[in-house]
């Protein structure tokens, strides 16, 4: 119902609305639950685990109970706080956790049953017969279970992070947060104003407080005005601060177009990291809730929230209302609801001595002991020392006094501290370093008293980044004193709720204390409660103080559980921003990539990159067709391979080659200028961590290559090596990656190619196999290097970057003339498992340079990364894993990697394991499988057959172990 | 008192007034024959094991907070046995094979659920080293199957099969992997111990480890002294504290792990799933919340707190890999203190100190060992022989080189 | 997470790279016994308190950093560059 002239609502601006397929209207301004009250729908969603009947009990994010679906074309948003969900034009909402509808819920039932579903009582139960857990009971309760629901489709909304930087973050547009927010920006200092609500003010616009004289939303209004005047001070609104991070960091959840009919461009939400150098937090306080039988019907509200709605809504939250408290605080609600002209039916006021203030009927010393109606609240038990009555209200407004909203103090392990004249819990001072609570969020309860302690914080925050702050008055206001006599629960039978988002009453609390699960956190993982949607925020110390009663020691003592982030839920979309589809990782392309697209090449990832697979033709009706085209094109004329994604790392400095001895298992300070050399580089644990060339492109001056995937992690490892075991070594690093495009040519004919492109032919004599040189290319300065990944005679040629997708295309029309053309990964591999050369799939970080065969490149002569540690018993001898070739005894067997391998009489059974495959390919040159394989005392089997069991593949193959070196064994084709 | 449906009703018409404590709280004696240090899943998994396979009764396990409190309670709850090296393969197996009874052996629903793992691969070389993988399990008597991309899309459906940034080529399939409700596992065996007459003393830090001739005689504890024939360490991230306790530097650095929860939600996921490419995985509670996590946040620390790249980066794999979940909203992140070793898999031996044995180095996966590590934690402190399966997990194979790392990033704590 | 890298300032934590306490940066001498080395690979003092490690301003000036930290709380007490310390200590 509304209420003529009240509330911040734009009544000009009727908005329609359907909830669970029915239509109403609301205004701009109105919430969800605002709208939905002034309908007078109270029913709006099912409980957790009893499926009870629940309405709308808060106006924040923290409400436990009116949580709904917000449904968009095609597209539905599963758990929305309908006091959150700020309404819109169309807006569409339905109710959860019930079917087949919120009046008729077939699992209702529960709350028969309720008897048995006590706390842990799964713990218990549904252990027999073994197969029905699976089968039977976990799908019961997981169908049960559970809130709203996703859609199941991909999330297309639009979502953006960013970050921000600040001297002063102020959490919180109260009257702490305003007057911390004034005095920091008069101060000069770069401040942001961070706000939940879609309107700053905080309880302000909830309440009718007089400041200045001036009604308490005025005088905001006039603050913020002069704070939006200013450069250095930026406002926003609608926007939660959900965690404190290490070193000033926050984050926060910006609610960026949930709010419009039309978002158009807008992201949905917007994630936030904020960079504070200090912050306050003014973010208010939590009213909580009194436990007492059947407290959670529609109608029983929050008093605040019961104020807020008639003030900032324009809403009654019912035709009349009692007032249940156990503090001051009911005054107020009684007042405004009488000049609003609502009826009050009775002020229910635990405390013995609660003063008469007003002209309403005052239940002294009395207690609310249940509330009845079928789908909403229609009257209440009220008993007092005259004994038990009945109170006709279809609204309840419970006031069991306020918790300051600490939560973020809670976030780097700090635990609050019980302060008993406010009955509640109070952040201590450097909670987060950085941070200063204040008002209500420290404990400070009246107005006067919270503008006072917002110049306070914000002086300290000031000072601490050394400015000077303004000598800025707190202006006039109420200043009540906050008086409170705690009750936590109302003694009784029947079932008392403290956590209604998770269904948890105090019998369960007292159940867990009974079966000793006394410590708080045990009686939080054995109740659940805590973990709903509210985070405890309504429950957590009212359960507290039953679980203290119930093992009888005080509230202190008991402990409370931490609060961690985020404050408010944010949904994985928001926190994961620019992840979808590609944007999860960058994506590096080659120079050649257009080039290779064209040609149709399915394009694979290796490691950020994207490499061509193979060349499809036309005819070519797989691509092992094409594979076997490339390889032989290699072999028997030319082909071309863009290798630009390995890493290339320019060294250079008088102490280069020194280095480079250091860091290599072998030598390089021997390499003349103009020629190159393979290099085995180790981790200081003893493995192989990767190899690759390095050439000597003139006197202290290198180009190391790295394979693709350990580009980074070598470039780290070289300058790691210098700055913190050789720094005083003149030798400097930098990744030229980029900067160069590199190609593979390759082939007998690969000198041919190369001499159509070049502007000087090559001399046979001055190019040998390992050279390396400068080059011109149509004027183009770039650099050649007679290397071989394939066995072929072969180089690679390099040119700047920008030059690279011309060659490319170049060389590969240039080699289709010749017969040949480009090749892709697919032959890349081929060739070298031909070879027996070693990629990752032999490297794999758990084998040395003895397994691989390489031991005898580890020099004796010097110390080297990696040597004392390689020199570990477990790291040598027969029982090593031993680098072998395969070929199965039926040459054209497929054989795969990763299957394992066993004597011919041997089970295929762990215990017998004698190693694995780590490469397999057929091999078009031998007409056959070829694979390698890691093999116990491997080099001494060459010869044996074995027998290759692969269960994922369905595949066993008999097959003789080899040597790894299957084509051209003595290498005369690379120096050909 | 025995737990069954039957119990539950009966009690439950009785006003449930008739429900014991499910452990009793006792003062520490002044001296046991077995001194265990941490309860959490393994520390009271090895004192249950202690009393029910050898008969050993008189033993403390003594917690400084509460039961459970540590990692055992902060974890993601994903139970497997897919490991590939000789020495894990045959642990996690049997310690499989422990979960598999478990509700009946500790009369505890732990609710284990097997409702399948799937760890899926983006590239052909990637999936050689799963079917590598598959074939230790099925060798090792265990269950695997390889998925093609099109059988992913028939378990996974919702997966973005179209978009994301590492296409899915295939899975490795798992049947028997899934989770099992933390809480309970730890409180089923506190449950199970202390009935076998083990004194489980909480809020009990032990500040000491008292050493005479080479010999343990007992610790110091917040609640005094306490002596004891044989000591167990058995304190994951906490390790390192108490090994220095007895002058012992461990191979072991303490890193936080993140994990995180959604607000309940109607059944959506109905296996674990692994991304291996995106350091990110993920189940869905009995209560309807997404339980996730990713990788270490990679800096030593005991704070049980991470930071935001962390966070980001796991929801960030998670919007690449399934954006229908991207509505869901996180209620909570946690952290725990990861006991980190130089090949990132486990201790289980005995110390230079005789009679002081240790248990520890689980890493981020030491959920799924609590059985295992329990059972053969009770027969080497029984004993003084390791346990069969657990024979590899020696306290000197770092300095020796024989090695457990399966995922071969080498000796650097952090990066397994 | 910020840290002020001596050369570049403060920075996000996601600018670098962490790889463990600063027992790396007193690597064992040729010959050492294996126990140097085991020591030095894998034995960690893993302090809950102050801790010094190593960290790399990968995305920026590539400088290895040590950095005085507590291990319980993350607060940072001095960055220092690793050359410095290293090429001091010689
Ligand atoms: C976020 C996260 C996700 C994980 N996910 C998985 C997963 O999916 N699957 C999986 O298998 N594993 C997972 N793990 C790992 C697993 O939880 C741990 O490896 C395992 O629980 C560690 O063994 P524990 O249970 O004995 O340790 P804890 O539970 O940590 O027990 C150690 C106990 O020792 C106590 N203690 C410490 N010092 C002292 C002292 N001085 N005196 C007395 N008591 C002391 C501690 O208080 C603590 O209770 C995860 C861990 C985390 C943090
Ligand atoms: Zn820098």
């Known amino acids: 119902m509304r209420i003529d002239g009240k509330g911040l609502i734009d009544r000009k601006t009727a908005l329609n609305f359907r909830f669970d397929g029915r239509s109403y209207t609301g205004f701009q301004g109105d919430t969800l639950a605002s709208a939905l009250l002034a309908n007078g729908v109270r029913m709006v969603g099912r409980s957790f685990k009893y499926h009870r009947p629940r309405g709308v009990m808060t106006a924040g994010s923290e409400e436990p109970s009116a949580l709904v679906e917000v449904i968009e074309r095609g597209q539905q948003t599963p758990n929305v706080r309908a006091t959150v969900q700020e309404l819109h034009e169309g807006l569409e909402a339905r109710s959860q956790n019930r079917w087949p509808s919120l009046r008729y819920d077939l699992l209702a039932m529960n709350d028969l049953f309720a008897p048995f579903f006590g706390a842990g009582f799964y713990y218990k139960t549904f252990m027999w017969p073994r197969a029905f857990w699976e089968r039977l009971y976990e799908p019961a309760i997981r169908r049960a279970a559970g809130l709203g629901s996703l859609s199941g489709k991909h999330d297309e909304g639009i979502y953006e992070k960013a970050f921000a930087f600040c001297d002063l973050l102020v959490i919180g547009s109260g009257p702490a947060g305003l007057m911390a927010a004034l005095e920091a920006a008069r101060a000069g200092a770069d401040v942001i104003l961070a706000e939940e609500d879609s309107r700053m003010g905080g309880r302000l616009l909830a309440d009718t407080v007089e400041i200045d004289g001036r009604p308490g939303r005025d005088w905001a209004e006039g603050v913020l005005a002069e704070l939006d005047a200013m450069p250095n001070v930026r406002l926003m609104t609608r926007t939660a601060v959900t965690g404190a991070y290490d070193h000033g960091t926050f984050g926060a959840l910006e609610r960026v177009g949930l709010h419009l009919a039309q978002p158009g461009e807008r992201p949905r939400e917007c994630f936030w990291r904020i960079a504070a150098k200090q912050a306050v937090l003014a973010a208010g306080a939590l009213e909580r809730p009194i436990a007492f039988a059947d407290n959670d019907r529609p109608g029983v509200m929050m008093a605040g929230a019961v104020r807020a709605y008639l003030n900032r809504w324009g809403v009654a939250s019912g035709k009349s209302v009692a007032i249940f408290t156990n503090n001051g605080d009911a005054r107020k609600t009684a007042d405004e609801l009488t000049a609003a002209g609502i009826e009050v039916a009775a002020v229910i006021d635990s405390r013995p001595d609660a003063p008469a203030l007003g002209d309403y009927r005052l239940y002294r010393g009395a207690q609310v002991t249940g509330t009845h109606g079928r789908r909403g609240l229609e009257w209440i038990s009220v008993r007092d020392q005259n004994g038990e009555r009945r109170v006709e209200a279809d609204c309840l407004a419970v006031s069991g006094g306020w918790n300051p909203t600490l939560h973020l103090t809670c976030h780097m392990n700090s635990r609050p501290v019980w302060r008993p004249e406010i009955a509640a819990f109070v952040p201590v001072d450097g909670a987060v370093p950085g941070l200063h609570a204040c008002g209500a969020a420290a404990g400070v309860f009246s107005t006067a008293g919270c503008l006072e302690d917002g110049l306070r914080a914000a002086g300290a925050a000031l000072e ?196 480079l001895d250091f860091v290599y298992t072998n030598t390089f300070s021997t390499l003349q200028p103009g020629r190159v050399r393979y290099g085995l580089m180790l981790r200081e644990d003893g493995h192989v961590m990767d190899d690759g060339t390095t050439a000597c492109l003139a006197e202290n001056h290198y180009l190391m290559t790295t394979t693709t995937a350990a580009a980074g992690l070598v470039m780290r490892h070289l300058e790691f090596v210098h700055q913190a075991l050789r720094p005083s070594w003149d030798v400097r690093f930098i990744s030229v990656t980029e900067q160069w495009a590199q190609f593979a040519v390759a082939g007998p004919r690969s000198r041919d190619l190369l001499n159509s492109v070049l502007d000087q032919k090559l001399d046979p004599a001055a190019w040998p196999f390992m050279a390396c040189g400068a080059v011109s290319v149509s004027g183009v300065a770039g650099r050649l290097f007679r290397i071989s990944f394939s066995g072929e005679h072969a180089y690679e040629i390099a040119v700047p970057a920008r030059y690279g997708a011309a060659l490319f295309r170049d060389l590969v029309a240039r080699a289709e003339t010749m017969g040949g053309g480009a090749y892709g990964m697919e032959a890349l591999n081929v060739l070298r498992v031909e070879k027996g050369l070693l990629t990752h799939a032999e490297i794999h970080g758990r084998t040395t340079a003895f397994d691989v065969g390489l031991e005898k490149m580890m020099s004796k002569k010097k110390d080297f990364i990696g040597k004392a540690a390689a020199a570990r018993p477990g790291l040598l001898g027969a029982g090593r894993e031993q680098l072998v070739g395969l070929r199965p005894l039926d040459a054209e067997r497929e054989i795969g990697a990763g299957a394992h391998l066993f004597r011919k009489s041997d089970p295929a059974k762990r215990e017998f394991d004698q190693g694995y495959v780590t490469s397999a390919c057929y091999s078009a040159t031998l007409r056959s499988w070829l694979g390698l394989a890691f093999v116990v005392n491997g080099r001494a089997r060459h010869g044996e057959t074995i027998r290759l069991v692969d269960h994922m593949r369905k595949t066993e193959v008999l097959c003789e172990i080899t040597d790894p070196v299957f084509f051209d064994p003595e290498g005369e084709k690379v120096r050909g | 008192m025995r737990y069954s449906g039957l119990r539950v009703i009966r009690e439950g018409l009785f006003g449930n007034k008739g429900w014991r404590p499910a452990w009793r709280e006792p003062e520490p004696k002044a001296e046991y024959d077995v001194v265990i240090i941490g309860g959490g899943g393994h520390g009271l998994s090895t004192a249950y094991y202690l009393a029910k396979n050898h008969g050993i009764t008189n033993v403390a396990v003594l917690e400084k907070g509460y039961l459970g409190g540590g990692n055992v309670g902060r974890n993601t709850t994903i139970v497997r046995a897919n490991y590939f090296l000789q020495g894990n393969s045959e642990f996690y197996s049997h310690s499989l094979k422990l979960w598999e009874g478990l509700e009946a052996e500790l009369n505890y629903n732990v609710m284990h659920s097997q409702r399948g793992l799937i760890n899926l691969f983006h590239s052909d070389g990637q999936r050689d080293a799963f079917v590598r993988r598959g074939n230790s399990m099925v060798n090792q008597g265990d269950d695997a199957i390889l998925l093609d991309r099109e059988g992913v899309r028939e378990h996974l459906p919702y997966l973005d099969f179209e978009q994301t940034r590492f296409p899915i080529y295939g899975g490795l399939y798992h049947p028997r992997g899934g989770t099992a409700r933390h809480d309970a596992v730890a409180w089923g065996y506190a449950r199970g111990a202390d009935s076998r007459g083990v004194d489980l003393i909480q809020n009990c830090e032990v500040t000491g480890i008292d050493i005479e001739h080479g010999r343990v005689r007992g610790v110091q504890t917040s609640r005094g002294p306490i002596r004891a024939k044989k000591v167990a360490m058995i304190v994951a991230g906490r390790s390192g504290q108490v090994a220095a306790m007895a002058g012992m530097r ?87 203190i990861m006991d980190m070793t130089p090949d990132g898999s486990p201790i289980i031996d005995k110390t230079p100190v005789e009679g002081l044995f240790l248990d520890c180095g689980w890493n981020y996966g030491g959920f799924k060992a609590v059985p295992a590590s329990g059972w053969c934690m009770a027969h080497l402190v029984a004993t003084g022989e390791s346990h069969a399966v657990a024979r590899r997990f020696t306290l000197d194979r770092f300095a020796t080189g024989h090695l457990l790392d399966e995922e071969g990033t080498g000796s650097q704590h952090n990066l397994h | 997470m910020r840290i002020t890298c001596p050369l570049c300032g403060e920075r996000d934590r996601r600018e670098f790279y962490y790889y463990g306490a600063d027992d790396y940066l007193r690597r064992p001498g040729e010959g050492a016994a294996p126990e140097a080395w085991d020591s030095y690979l894998h034995l960690r003092d893993n302090p809950a308190g102050i801790t010094r490690d190593l960290w790399h301003h990968e995305m920026g000036c590539s400088a290895w950093l040590v950095v005085e930290r507590s291990t319980i709380t993350h607060e940072i007490r001095s960055v220092k560059l690793v050359s410095d310390v290293q090429e001091g200590g010689k």
């Not at chain 1, 006039?476 to 409170?484: F, H, N, S, T, V």
């Open chain 1, 464 to 659: 601490a980044i050394g400015q000077k702050a303004p000598k800025i008055a707190a202006p006039k206001a109420e200043d009540g004193a906050y008086d409170i006599s705690p009750l936590w629960v109302v003694p009784g039978e029947r079932r008392a709720w403290l956590d209604f988002a998770n269904d948890v009453t105090a019998k369960d609390v007292r159940l867990s204390a009974q079966e000793n699960f006394r410590s708080v956190e045990h009686m939080k993982r054995y109740t659940t409660q805590g973990m709903a949607p509210d985070q405890g925020k309504n429950s957590n110390v009212g359960a507290l103080a039953v679980l203290a009663d119930a093992t009888g020691r005080g509230i202190p003592e008991t402990g409370t559980t931490t609060f961690r982030p985020p404050y408010v839920p944010v949904s994985i979309a928001a926190m994961g921003a620019g992840g979808r589809a590609a944007g999860f990782a960058p994506q590096r392309f080659t120079t050649s990539h257009e080039a290779s697209v064209e040609r149709g090449a399915p394009m694979i990832e290796a490691g950020l990159w994207y490499r061509p697979s193979y060349f499809p033709r036309m005819g070519e009706t797989d691509w092992r067709r094409a594979c076997n085209r490339e390889v032989h094109n290699v072999r028997g004329r030319v082909g071309v391979c863009d290798v630009s994604t390995l890493g290339k790392i320019d060294i250079q400095g008088k102490d280069a080659a020194r280095f």
């Open chain 2, 250 to 336: 461990l191979p072991v650095e303490s890193h936080i792990l993140q994990a995180f929860v959604t607000e309940g939600l109607k059944p959506c996921i109905d296996h674990v799933i692994s991304f291996g490419m995106g350091h990110f995985y993920i189940s869905q509670s009995d209560k309807g919340g997404l339980v996730f996590g990713g990788d270490l946040d990679f800096y030593a620390s005991y704070a049980q707190r991470g930071n935001l790249p962390m966070v980001e980066h796991v929801m960030e794999a998670g919007m690449t890999l399934m954006p229908m979940i991207g509505r869901a909203k996180v209620l909570r992140s946690w952290g725990g």
